[in-house]
């Protein structure tokens, strides 16, 4: 394996910087041609790369928490971790970013700082707009992309064929899907379903997606019918929410009926371990986190609330990511695809 | 109790007429006040209705299927039971209509032929927009008021402040929450968050909608924080099709956890009666289905895989939203909004 270097975001997450550490540790007891660039404060990122040798310092002195407006914050916060790690990315200095911290503040700062990739558009280039992105586990036992889970909640129909052309270059490279199905959420599967937005959208996708099957409702992105999914950030957003909510409903329920009665407390018991893995098996701390494509490194942000197992996780990923040349296939992609032409203009 | 007579359409539902007769006798017999006016073909509604005393026929010698076009199949199929229905709402032979039919279909043919409520708009009285609406179970153990699950993909802000009165006034005539918290379903719950559409309907709400709390995310519709969450039909279908295939995934996974060893297949067993209690629970079938607000009458649509049990509470719950006088608590939740004004133009 080549050697790869991820920077992680120490002060990324709400347990603070303990989980992060114990998350690189495994990270590089897992991996040994993994190193790490830890971004943080001075008093815990140099003692941590003294003692190891996979290990260097990128001192930040400046953290951007959760609650922090995104966007100003990534402006006002420059010596912060999150805003060091992106322009490390740009510098070469590694490869990938793994960020437990606020998903709004990695997606401004990773737009802001990192080189981004770019797309013929009414014969120019232009840059994309980066999108998040996650692999959620499907019915068919599979993974399926779906895209934007929330970083352009308004966006014109091409940036939608920009979306579909990452999430099936991710799904290609990372999930080594070789013919990737790509569907556009909507109200409908039938082609004449949509809003007026997504009905513009889907005469593009069909002429320029290789492997576009057409419009998939809300369950689509979990039906194992499609490789990727394709939405805006507003409508990807809520589907996301929808579908943990749903999930978070049903367990309480399932957890007050097993509660509710001895044989079910004993069912409860003698279940605990394959229930535990399924729900770890359901979360998206297996994988990490969720991924910004559409800059030149591989981005993943964790979920705030994070273990040092998802930190473990979510940099094996990213490296992982590297390794498949992720940014380099999407970079082909945006290429090859078909330019815009007059029609988005 | 006071006496109701609800139209039931005996054609709709995947599963053939069978499932909807013997819900019909189930209704009856709960409700002895209940007179039922049954939709179908000559040869199953007329020995029906002379067998039963409070049942009459109403002869439909067409039926609309699932699969048909639903715009161009209500202008078409005028003898259709759905529509029948409806024209019998409007002649108020019946005060409510449960349909297990197409969703889209009893949507259109209500919209076109039962009497629409109006509001006033730039000094005029006008239509409102029929939103589906239905109440979800939520994680504090109440229902949570959900509209429009589809019916409007495209809609002004105006319409979502009609939405909002309508779903307020659901809550408080057929659930008794007297002070109905109304939520925008958005990308975030800052106020700040949101699309360009949400983010010109929160000022809206936010001055005509008394007890509007502000945003909430996909999961705010079954967390229990709100009694009404508002969506234009495109955002709320996705968010509903998203919970029931979060909730799918999960429940067939549960299936291969239990069935995956033979202390899960023991425990399984154990446990059958309540996880399929549960099942029922959150499942559509104790309320009977959406409810299409905005036209007065009740219009009660189930699911097209429709069980008797359904057809019974679609029944019994149409007729209480009728003795609970929803259409006339909507009606004047209408006239007391305050008139859009200029704005909207």
Redesign the interface.
Known sequence: MSSVVICVDVMGGDEGPEPVLRGIDAALAADEHLEVLAAGPERIVVPLADKRQRVRALVAEQAIAMDDDPISAVMKKRRSSIVLGCRALRRGDAQGLFSAGSTGAVTAAATAFVTPLRHERAGALRPVRPCITSAL???AGGLTVFCDM?AN??VEPSDMVRFAQMGAAYARAVLDVRAPRVAL????TEDS????F?KACFPLLRDQIEGFVGNC???????GDYDVVV?????G??????????????????KS??L??V??RI?GL??RG??N??KK??SGDSRGGAMLLGVRGVVLIGHGATSSEAVMNGTLSAASAVRAGLVESISTALDSGQADGEQCL
């Open positions: 586990p499907n019915r929330g909640p308004d959420l909507s109200n409908g379903k949509g809003s007026l997504t409702e809300g369950d689509g992105v979990v039906s939405a805006d950030g507003f409508a957003n809520i589907a996301l929410k929808a579908m943990e909510g749903s999930a978070k409903l049903l367990m309480n329920e399932l009926t097993f509710g009665s044989r079910g069912c003698v279940m394959s229930l893995d399924l098996r359901l």
